[in-house]
């Protein structure tokens, strides 16, 4: 809801330039939205294949576990089509309204769950060739990463979850969050200052 | 943060996702090195992070359900064309035409904040009455109808607001009745020596405002009508869509019920209702034979002065009494149902308690001469047996009959729990269909709900889902809900 409601807020605030942006930088024409209003299944079809692979990447990011990402990126996609069924749904940006679901449905695990995901980024290392004192150690890194990742305030961890997480280009980024590429660049030096600050002596 | 320090950073970004090392990226920018380095090594952990990929197995089963839920919502969709009758999918099929040929679609949504007095608040209105009448359902088409009337109070606020004038009209309920200057539902109403007052009006009565908002911040009334009144007098016209009743314009639509071989110069009996747009529109009509009476309106609240005594209150010659107990089935307006039986509530109606549909209940009500029944009086039953018994003695209700005040178990289909404090609220509980969502309400298995800022809602829940509800009943009758979910 936060996202949603950030994301909202930011769009009003730039106007039509930044909205055109966001169309452009996610590779989706407004007739491409019309068509996904519409439910024709090939859209539908072609929309999943298209965007799939990059909110999967950002939950898996967020979360840290293959199974939760690939039930909660399912989730978005099915969310959207509720939307669009209610008469919402995204209006300019099909990417930003994937991602901002994407964000809230994370935030929402975590606020159910009550827990931080300790040792969830131990899957992501590679499975061979680190000795098992080389793992270990990785292992660590990553239960401290993923930790440190949640000190960092909500935009922080959506924006390098985007980055980081989602591969986005800076301006896909930009466009996702309706901000402007010069705020998105200072969001995630701050953001990865912060984690470094966090990080401590644990880095090698 | 300089823009040089945002580009050195950018470029640094992309030379690590590349495989750069940390010090070849920061021997590009000596002199930012420092401040660089902190993020960029932040930067570098992340990137060594290998990429997750999907599974492809993952992937498809997502796309599947994906499709299967587009295929439901269209389904959906067209199930909810298709389940109109032939009339109403004509409508269908008309409004279809006029998105295609007129782009009604953008229209109306460009038209949908328009106020009175612009442009385009006919398409508004208009869309709104081919809704209405796409709506099968009464008591959606009932939500919807209470929807479009705070759209209308929405409306007069916001004219008073900008400061101008423009045409209004809507339904409220009278809340105060100042020399010249009444409130009806929170607005601020003034009457003038022109404002038509049908008589009678009384705080709490439902009634038709049609004015124009004025600068002076209020709305100037041209007419104050009781939302419903009745009408006694010679049928003087008749046509499919229009009669006339003691002179009186009525309109005849698909709700209307007319009882069978009414010919002209017969007395009728008529239970009007005022719409907003000033049409009367007549709910029931009855025959009183075909002795001529001088009209009158009758006010549903008695003050006003009537030259014929309204529906029959007491029994008279010609009419016999009955009592049974039932359960209700149907309520619309004046009209109820209960156990198959077609009553007419009238101005004496005793209505004890808020009765709702699925309460047991005892009814006491005439055979008027034309064979229809007037209720006399309907209260709850409280007993669990429903033996639809009758008797047609005129006696009065007999000793073993239920108090009129209303039970805690019998208050809302469903089970109860709760103090019962003469004045505390019960607890209710109940499920059933969401058939209304406005600001401040919903409408769920015909109850109206009071929402407060306590009140808990599962924000997936919208209008024809199946809901849970966990309300709290005041003495006044009215619910507020405590907690509103998805139903299992």
């Known amino acids: 809801m936060l996202y949603c409601a950030a994301q909202t807020t930011t769009y009003l605030g730039h106007g039509l330039e930044s909205l055109k942006k966001g169309v452009q930088a996610a590779g989706v024409s407004p007739a491409e939205i019309d068509r996904i209003h519409s439910l024709d299944t090939r859209s539908v079809g072609e929309l999943h294949d298209r965007f799939y692979p990059v909110v999967y990447r950002y939950v898996r990011f967020r979360l840290g576990n293959e199974q939760l990402a690939e039930d909660l990126a399912s989730d978005v996609f099915i969310r959207l089509i509720e939307a669009v069924q209610r008469g919402k749904g995204p209006r300019t940006s099909i990417q930003g309204w994937l991602m901002a679901t994407a964000a809230n449905l994370v935030a929402d695990y975590y606020r159910r769950s009550y827990r931080q995901p300790h040792g969830e980024l131990a899957e992501e290392l590679p499975a061979n060739g680190p000795l098992p004192d080389e793992l270990a150690a990785r292992n660590e890194l990553g239960v401290q990463l993923q930790q440190a990742l949640l000190s960092l305030t909500p935009d922080q961890q959506h924006v390098i979850a985007l980055r980081f997480g989602a591969s986005l280009s800076l301006e896909e980024t930009a466009a996702s969050l309706g901000k402007e590429a010069n705020a998105i660049k200072a969001l995630q030096f701050r953001a990865l200052a912060a984690l470094r600050r966090t990080l401590g002596d644990s880095l090698p | ?488």
Not at chain 2, 125 to 141: F, M, S, W
Not at chain 2, 203 to 222: K, N, Y
Not at chain 2, 306 to 318: G, I, L, M, R, V
């Open chain 2, 1 to 488: 943060m300089s823009e040089r320090l945002a580009m050195a950073f950018e470029v640094c970004l992309q030379a690590l996702a590349t495989g750069a090392s940390l010090e070849a990226c920061l021997s590009l920018y000596p002199d930012l090195a420092d401040e660089l380095r902190p993020a960029l090594q932040a930067a570098a952990v992340l990137s060594r992070k290998p990429a997750a990929q999907p599974a492809p197995a993952a992937q498809a089963r997502s796309r599947s359900q994906m499709l299967a839920h587009a295929t439901r919502a269209r389904s959906q969709s067209r199930w909810q064309v298709l389940r109109q009758p032939l009339p109403r999918l004509g409508l269908v099929l008309m409004a279809v035409m006029v998105a295609l040929v007129a782009g009604w679609g953008g229209l109306t949504s460009a038209a949908a904040q328009s106020l009175p007095g612009e442009t385009l608040y006919r398409v508004k209105r208009a869309d709104e009455t081919v809704r209405l009448q796409l709506v099968r359902d009464t008591q959606a088409r009932q939500a919807l109808r209470l929807t479009f009337n705070d759209r209308r109070e929405d409306e007069a606020r916001e004219l008073i607001r900008l400061g101008r004038k423009g045409p209004v009209s809507f339904e409220g309920i009278v809340e105060g009745q100042a020399a010249g200057q009444w409130t009806i539902s929170s607005l601020p109403v003034a009457l003038s020596a022109e404002t038509q007052v049908a008589g009678g009006i009384g705080p709490g009565d439902s009634v038709i405002v049609i004015g124009t908002t004025r600068l002076e911040g209020d709305i100037l009334a041209s007419e104050i009508l009781l939302h419903t009144y009745q009408l006694v007098g010679p049928v003087e016209q008749q046509a499919p869509s229009e009669w006339v009743v003691a002179g009186q314009l009525l309109r005849i639509v698909g709700a209307s019920q007319i009882q069978e071989d009414i010919h002209p110069d017969d007395v009728a009996r008529v239970l009007v209702e005022v719409q907003p747009n000033g049409d009367h529109v007549a709910l029931v009509i009855l025959s009183m034979g075909s002795a001529r009476r001088p009209p009158d309106r009758v006010a549903p609240n008695g003050q006003g002065s009537p030259a014929t005594p309204p529906f029959p209150a007491s029994p008279e010659a010609d009419d016999d009494q009955v009592e049974f107990n039932g359960i209700v089935e149907d309520h619309q307006g004046p009209v109820w149902r209960i156990s198959g039986r077609t009553l007419l509530q009238t101005s004496d109606s005793d209505i004890r308690g808020e009765i709702v549909v699925g309460d047991q209940v005892r009814v006491h009500a005439l055979v008027s001469g034309t064979g229809g029944l007037i209720l006399v009086r309907i209260e709850k039953n409280g007993s669990d047996r429903v033996d639809d018994s009758e008797s047609e003695s005129g006696e009065e209700p007999s000793p073993d009959d239920p108090e009129a005040t209303p039970t805690p178990e019998a208050s809302v289909g469903g089970d109860s729990s709760g103090d019962t404090e003469a004045d505390d609220p019960e607890r209710v509980h109940f499920s059933g269909t969401v058939t209304g969502i406005s600001s401040g309400q919903w409408v769920i298995a015909g109850q109206t709900l009071r929402i407060t800022g306590d009140s808990q809602i599962d924000e997936d829940l919208g209008v024809g889902d199946q809901a849970e509800v966990r309300a709290l009943r005041y003495s006044d009758g009215h619910l507020e809900a405590e907690r509103i979910e998805a139903a299992d």
